[in-house]
């Protein structure tokens, strides 16, 4: 693919969200000069109207990734794009309180009117002693016993429980019911739908003291009831490089997440046929390209265009943590 001179890594500024069960880490932990308030979800990579991420750098500062990809298609993208908007949508997540417990429909439901398909992957930047999320039904548990569970107020009791820590990743695919528990610090990847069918908030009222709304019906619709209930991800080494340790966490048909540990200059070469995304978990680092070099803040997200097929980051201190999101080959 021949490179647009125009194009050059963005660093994105992300939308927040103030939703009833969020924290207020995000700012402090990423580095984010902002006033003190609820943050409960930063969508840092976001192409929706009701969230937009908007480029921070650059002589193309202030455009939206919405205009970004109109602009751009494939060369942004990748080569294999041919919908109106960007596939994924990338959030990090405070849970003060976990959050209702609830289901997304799948690519049939979707053509079936129910909403826009979301598979999700969680990675678990942090955890508490005795973390956990919901997610997926007990074996045998069928409609039946699934609706006298939520009239009894006993639902978690059908769920799995799994424990987690930080570092941990899990792939939740579509129709399968969850809820992200309290006090975790989570980066969420996953396909660009914002359609969520609460079956239960846990008797919770919203700031005007009303309870948040459910979508039973639809939910009952678009459960995966036969479904194994996910389990935690074995990261798979993929990189033999010396100063750099590259590990896959998620590979599934709509995204690919993997964790960099990089303690030296790491060149990547690749064929365009998606962008890369990255997200500095703690220091800055050095993006060096045939655009020039860019600056990534720590705990910050940027954009590789496709079109960018090489580029060497490098840490500016002794080692940085990364993650890595691109769309499968």
Request: with cysteine.
């Amino acid at each position: 693919m021949k490179t647009n001179a125009e194009l050059y890594p963005f660093i994105l500024e992300p939308a927040y969200k103030d939703y009833v069960w969020g924290g207020d880490r995000i700012p402090s932990r990423f580095n984010r000069n902002l006033p003190a308030g609820i943050y409960a979800e930063s969508w840092e990579l976001s192409d929706r109207v009701e969230g937009m991420s908007h480029a921070a750098n650059g002589v193309l500062k202030g455009q939206s990734l919405a205009e970004l990809v109109a602009r751009f298609g494939a060369e942004l993208v990748g080569r294999g794009f041919q919908t109106a908007r960007f596939p994924l949508l990338v959030k990090l997540i405070d849970t003060r309180e976990r959050l209702s417990i609830q289901v997304h429909p799948d690519n049939e439901n979707a053509a079936q009117g129910f909403g826009q398909a979301k598979t999700e992957a969680w990675h678990i930047l942090d955890a508490p002693k005795g973390g956990r999320v919901f997610a997926g039904l007990n074996t045998g548990v069928n409609q039946a016993l699934f609706l006298d569970a939520l009239k009894k107020g006993l639902l978690a009791d059908r769920l799995q429980s799994v424990p987690v820590s930080t570092g941990d990743t899990l792939l939740v695919p579509a129709g399968c019911v969850h809820a992200i528990c309290e006090n975790l610090l989570v980066l969420e990847v996953q396909q660009n739908s914002d359609t969520t069918y609460r079956v239960y908030d846990w008797d919770r009222v919203d700031k005007t003291g009303k309870p948040r709304e459910l979508h039973l019906e639809q939910a009952l619709k678009v459960i995966r009831w036969s479904d194994p209930a996910p389990a935690l991800i074995t990261p798979i080494p993929i990189s033999t490089k010396p100063g750099a340790k590259v590990m896959e966490l998620v590979s599934s048909p709509y995204f690919r997440l993997e964790s960099l540990e990089i303690t030296a200059p790491f060149f990547v070469q690749h064929s365009g046929a998606s962008f890369h995304a990255l997200i500095t978990k703690q220091d800055e680092v050095q993006l060096m390209s045939a655009a020039g070099t860019v600056i990534i803040p720590r705990g910050r997200t940027c954009l590789i265009p496709a079109g960018l097929e090489q580029y060497t980051l490098k840490p500016n201190g002794r080692q940085a943590s990364l993650l890595r999101i691109s769309l499968p080959a």
